[in-house]
């Protein structure tokens, strides 16, 4: 979305606890994908970053890659990503969507009376699924009605200058703070989120962000662990225990995952050979590569080409 980097309020993010956007597009019937073509429309790329993010889809359709899966979603699904997890957004075919970000000091500071870092991560249906749908049954249906009806509204596709939220009313920032509260106390009621303690700090985050970002738009770049600790300014030993506790996998499993993302997309939509793609990534060998790629993706390079 918009504002990735300054919680959609054109602020500094290092002051901003948390916002709450409602964003809106029309969405002409003329771009709705049939059934013999598939439009990758109004996509957002693979990202990161170093806040929680929470996106409930309204109304329309979309589909989201988390984990190296791909999540439809529909009217009332509601998916939650962590920090430093790694989703895209692709056929978003959605004219409405609540996003809320929000920093892991904000998570902090409502479990103040706990000593060391915590952080929330998804659990029972939202870990299984990626995602879970809320029906007007659901406990959470009327907290995120509260969201939409709270939440500023902004029109994708225009200028974004125009767009800035500088700050909330006092008493509308209230509300939505008591809205996210009990929406995050509501998913952790129903063992939709978990609480685990945590070895990064906030500061650490941005670091591993700026390096994740990079990795991201530049998987052909072979970033040697050594390199990818000194950018970040850590040791080696400590980089390698901090990049495992902050993503959730080792380094190189990371760096593995996003080539396999990157050599899927040229394998569909170029006409490299297997071999070409394998060194364009600098895989070393062909084997090695087809090795990968089928580890991430349960097929091989080929079989993957020509099932699509």
Sequence with gaps: MLYQETFQAGGDP?????????YIQEI??????????????CAFPAHCHSFYEINYTVDG?????????MIPLRPGALTFYPPLAVHRIQNDLRPRQIVLQFSSRFVQQLFSSRTGNIALFPAGALLADGAVTITQESPLYEIVQQLLRLSPAIRLHTDETLQIISEYPAPTEIQLCAALTSLLSTMMQMELLRLVESDI????LLKVQTLLSRLISQPEE?????????????????FCRTFQSAVGMSYVDFCNSIRIRR???LLLHTNLSVT?????????????????????????PLAYRTSR
């Design 222 to 238: 072979k970033l040697p662990m050594e390199e990818a600790a000194a950018m970040v300014n850590m040791s080696y030993s400590n």
């Design 61 to 69: 359709s979309a589909e989201a890659e988390a984990g190296n899966r």
């Design 14 to 22: 290092a002051k901003i606890n948390f916002s709450s956007v409602t």
């Design 201 to 204: 700090q906030a500061p650490n």
């Design 263 to 265: 050599a899927k997309e």
């Design 276 to 300: 070409e793609i394998s060194a364009r990534l600098n895989f070393g060998s062909i084997s090695y590569f087809n090795r990968i790629f089928k580890k991430y993706s349960g097929a091989t």
């Design 28 to 41: 002409s019937s003329a771009l709705v994908p049939t059934d013999n073509e598939h439009c990758y429309i």
